[in-house]
């Protein structure tokens, strides 16, 4: 590309494009750098964000088999250092949370009809923080409630 004053790439001599591409290379390796040294700077603030994180169910009623699915992953909102967020993120691909039926309290839908039941999930919070074993702390989760339905094993 020729400028009007017959100064271009192709005019400059090899030992000047060489100092512009090492010039490049040192300018691209240096914003690099900056980058990664503000990341780390923003991980050791106080952050806070939606994961969505993976959950089981476990020790469903005798006799009772769930209708229906129930979600595999909530969005949780969690508050803490940026280093414990991450690391939740990572983590939480391998170790799900427990949703126990015996320990947490369902309701039954008001409906005389239905056979729903339904969990409100503000109550899950606690488990929650327990399970996570991390700094961060779980101020919210969505959905706020959670409708699945029983029928009796066999039927």
């Known amino acids: 590309m020729d400028s009007k004053d017959g100064i271009g ?5 090899k030992k000047e494009r060489a ?3 090492t010039n490049v290379l ?3 390796f240096f914003l690099f750098l ?7 700077n923003s991980l050791g603030k106080e952050l806070e964000t939606d994961i969505r994180y993976p959950v089981k169910y476990a020790n469903l009623p005798k006799g009772r088999v769930l209708n229906g699915n129930l979600p595999s992953r909530l969005n949780l909102n969690l508050k803490g250092p940026g ?3 991450l ?3 990572v983590s939480g691909k391998t170790s799900p949370a427990l949703i126990d039926f015996s320990k947490i309290g369902y309701k039954r839908v008001t409906d005389k009809e239905s056979n729903g039941y339904y969990i409100l999930t503000s109550g899950l919070i606690p488990s929650f923080n327990k399970q996570l074993k ?3 702390k779980v101020t919210s989760v969505k959905p706020d409630t959670i409708f699945f339905s029983f029928r009796q ?3």
């Open 87 to 89: 690391q939740l993120k």
């Open 83 to 85: 280093y414990s967020i």
């Open 19 to 21: 100092t512009i591409n």
């Open 34 to 40: 900056s980058f990664v040294f503000w990341y780390l």
């Open 9 to 13: 790439s192709k005019n400059l001599p």
């Open 26 to 28: 040192v300018f691209a």
């Open 134 to 136: 991390s700094v961060c």
């Open 153 to 155: 094993n066999g039927k």
